[in-house]
């Protein structure tokens, strides 16, 4: 096998980038958003740029550190781009935890841009 299919080379290429301004200043998220995206961020919708990056902006903590574990890509039948990550995350001082995301990228005036973006931490309760 030679080269990974497209779709993978920019997924991939994309997660990278995600998770590099996100770890260092989540204030560049909104370069990678468009005005009609949609962010799940556990379970609280979010719809627009301006909405997401307020939400990034303001989670309650000063730093973190994303570790990914996998990443998968596919291609859409529109051409689009569906990503899911899973990995774990260290904020402040706080305990390692998992998470899984999920993205939907789109190509638009050649750039790829998040227009869907799911998150959840891996919590699990057994009670």
């Known amino acids: 096998m030679g080269d990974k299919p497209i779709w993978e080379q920019i997924g991939s290429s994309f997660i990278q980038h995600y998770y590099q301004l996100f770890d260092n200043d989540r204030t560049q998220l ?8 949609c962010l799940t961020w556990e379970g609280q919708q979010f719809q627009g740029k301006a909405a997401i990056v307020e939400k990034l902006s303001s989670l309650p903590f000063q730093k973190i550190k994303h570790s990914i574990t996998s990443q998968d890509h596919q291609p859409t039948p ?4 569906l990503s899911m990550v899973v990995g774990q995350l260290k904020a ?3 305990p390692i935890m998992g998470f ?3 993205f939907l990228l789109k190509n638009i005036n050649d750039a790829w ?3 869907n973006d799911m998150f959840r931490l891996a919590l699990h309760n057994f009670g």
């Open 30 to 37: 909104g370069a990678i958003y468009i005005d009609v995206s």
């Open 113 to 115: 841009v998040c227009t």
């Open 78 to 81: 529109d051409s689009c781009i």
């Open 92 to 94: 402040d001082e706080d």
């Open 100 to 102: 899984h995301q999920m």
